[in-house]
């Protein structure tokens, strides 16, 4: 199906054509005067300039033309106001039958009118990038939940899109680990440089202990200075492959993804690879030989660098470092290497990378490298989205009551207590179903919280206005959902199951009988553009903006018409049909955020 705004302005555009004027002055929009009108036309202002002539003159040229369309032309159909209002606006408003037959068209569509690329991409998103055996805190939650909506936003598109989490599971943080581990049980056979025999099945820590080993021994290092030369020592031949401590390598990766999972299951987030920045490591050696010998990378002070720098830059970026004078790589030398590995296992036209926006110089400099050295072809995207910090009330990073860093098992079951109280304040839900429910609604509240906000932006959590059902918020929108779902629930209960399905699938929609309808209908239909704007700009907000838009008109609607007790039967039928194509696109909106409705709440 094509977009609504283009199939308006092709109409435009023949009418400018058909006056003598270019028909790309055409260009409908919706209209930013809705008290006014519904669409506007502004090009009779451009053409002015461009033919000399008073805007007004062409603007009331071009509304003959629709006006004057021969009758049962398809300009004909579309309109049921045009007007030209000073100094050259074309006020435009949608015929009802052109409209609710839209909608109709739409309810067939098995993707609402939403586009599909022609030729669709493959696109690698690259989030998550939690480090293993560190607990997964709200520093990682924003690009788990913001990749994972453009991850369904790309899909839905129709692209190829592979999702990778990038575990952080190499380098000095998991020398650290088995060092300390090293001197908590020094008889482990991971030590033991003369043991040959299989490695133990069970790894000598639980998940718990891990996440407590890391701190410690980070802490540590910072103040003991032999411990940490020896955590260098030990990071180095586990790197250079040390058969026991990669043994032990093993044992920390498989406790503490089998945790991770778990957190990103009821977060709704799912990876289709689970590659860490260790499997980049093969690709090292080769690829900076080449960066040496195609006179890319210069030594500068022991160091071995690419220049990123450009002339147009109006700060600083630093040469882009592979190799420290120490022999070690660094996190762009991994980042470099895991370019070359998609490229040859995936052939992407785009690699999508959301972290903080703390890491944007990183980022330019990894870009910068890898289009310089040609590891990636010109064609294919490399785009950094750094998204803005989590701050609390007053402003600072987000912390927890006592100060430390948040986890997100924390984080998640507050909320969920938040929305669990809502539940049990005003309804009567078994205690069971309240939990399972309140599991629901938590996910949609800090999800929405946090995709609502443009990504760069920082914002502030809030739980209690998060989970508050009133307001722009994830639980008001489940809360339309929910009600809709009641309303087709009653319909059924009175009207037989038959009649209820007939009438959801298949009863035509009619023009609308009111102004409230009227703006739920003219909310739906704009449902592709918005889908494909926030596609194109790799903004989940949009579609937050816009479901709690049509949430609104959805509600004022149902508080000003009697839909079960309408007497005609055929605008009975239509409006059922009408809310369940409004329940299709609030879920699918949803869907496309990550997260889902529950049947009642
Ligand atoms: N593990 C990193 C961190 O915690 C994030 C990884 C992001 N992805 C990447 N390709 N660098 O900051």
Same mark, same amino acid.
């Given at each position: 199906m094509e977009k609504l705004l283009d199939v308006l302005s092709a109409c435009l555009g023949q009418a400018f054509e058909d006056c003598g004027? =270019?028909? *790309?002055? +055409?260009k409908v929009t919706v209209s930013n005067r809705p008290d006014l009108c519904e669409f506007q036309c502004n090009g009779a202002l451009a053409a002015a300039k461009a033919y000399h002539k008073a805007p007004v003159k062409i603007a009331e040229e071009v509304v003959g033309q629709l006006g004057g369309?021969?009758? +049962?032309s398809e300009k004909e159909n579309i309109w049921q106001e045009t007007a030209v209002a000073a100094p050259g606006f074309i006020n435009l408003k949608l015929d009802a039958d052109f409209l609710s037959g839209w909608l109709g068209s739409m309810a067939e569509d098995e993707k609402l009118g939403c586009q599909t690329e022609e030729k669709p991409q493959t696109i690698v998103i690259d989030y998550g990038g939690p480090n293993v055996a560190k607990p997964l805190h709200i520093g990682h939650l924003r690009s788990a939940i913001i990749g994972e909506s453009i991850k369904r936003i790309c899909r839905f598109a129709g692209n190829r899109v592979i999702g990778d989490v990038? #575990? +952080? @599971?190499?380098?000095l943080q998991m020398g650290l680990i088995m060092q300390a581990v090293k001197e908590e049980? !020094? *008889? #482990? !056979?991971? $030590? =033991? !440089? @003369?043991f040959t025999g299989e490695y133990p099945?069970?790894? !000598? $820590?639980t998940i718990g202990e891990l996440e407590e080993i890391y701190p410690a021994a980070s802490a540590r290092a910072k103040e003991d200075e032999e411990f940490s030369r020896r955590a260098h020592d030990t990071t180095y031949r586990f790197q250079n492959g040390d058969r026991g401590l990669r043994a032990l390598w093993k044992q920390i990766i498989r406790v503490s993804v089998t945790d991770l999972k778990e957190n990103y299951r009821r977060l709704n987030v799912d990876f289709d690879v689970w590659y860490g920045e260790s499997d980049a490591q093969p690709f090292i050696p080769p690829m900076i030989e080449r960066m040496k010998e195609e006179g890319y990378a210069r030594e500068s002070q022991g160091a071995l660098v690419v220049d990123v720098a450009e002339?147009? @830059?109006?700060?600083e970026v630093p040469p882009c470092i592979l &190799?420290? *004078? =120490? +022999?070690a790589t660094l996190y762009a030398t991994t980042d470099l290497a895991t370019i070359v590995q998609r490229v040859e296992e995936f052939d992407p036209d785009a690699i999508i990378y959301l972290t903080d926006k703390r890491q944007n110089m990183h980022f330019t400099q990894v870009f910068r490298a890898s289009r310089k050295t040609g #590891? &990636? @072809? =010109?064609?294919v995207k490399l785009v950094h989205i750094g998204f803005g910090t989590m701050n609390g009330k007053d402003g600072q990073p987000f912390k927890t009551? %006592?100060?430390? &860093?948040?986890?997100l098992e924390y984080l998640i079951r507050e909320i969920e207590d938040a929305v669990y109280r809502r539940i049990m304040e005003n309804r009567t839900m078994e205690e069971d179903e309240a939990k399972k429910t309140a599991a629901v609604v938590g996910l949609a509240a800090l999800k929405y919280g946090d995709l609502?906000?443009?990504? *760069?932006k920082d914002y502030v959590f809030d739980i209690e206005r998060f989970a %508050? $059902?009133?307001?722009?918020t994830g639980p008001y929108i489940l809360y339309t959902i929910v009600r809709i779902k009641s309303i087709l629930a009653k319909y059924r209960a009175n009207f037989g199951e038959e009649a209820e399905k007939q009438a959801s699938l298949t009863a035509p929609i009619l023009p609308a009988a009111g102004e409230a309808e009227r703006r739920l209908q003219l909310c739906l239909a704009q449902f592709g553009e918005t889908i494909d704007a926030a596609y194109q700009e790799l903004a989940p907000h949009k579609i937050c903006q816009y479901i709690y838009e049509l949430a609104n008109a959805f509600n004022q609607f149902y508080h000003g018409t009697k839909i079960l007790a309408e007497e005609s039967e055929e605008r009975r039928e239509s409006y059922i049909r009408l809310i369940t194509l409004a329940k299709r696109v609030l879920e699918t909106g949803i869907d496309l955020l990550g997260f889902s409705a529950p049947d009642r709440m």
């Open positions: 004027y =270019d028909r *790309s002055y +055409g369309a021969e009758a +049962g990038h #575990l +952080g @599971d190499w380098g049980q !020094p *008889s #482990l !056979p991971y $030590f =033991d !440089p @003369d099945e069970e790894a !000598p $820590f002339e147009t @830059d109006t700060k &190799v420290k *004078s =120490d +022999g #590891l &990636v @072809d =010109d064609h009551r %006592s100060g430390g &860093v948040m986890r609502s906000n443009q990504a *760069s %508050s $059902f009133e307001g722009n």
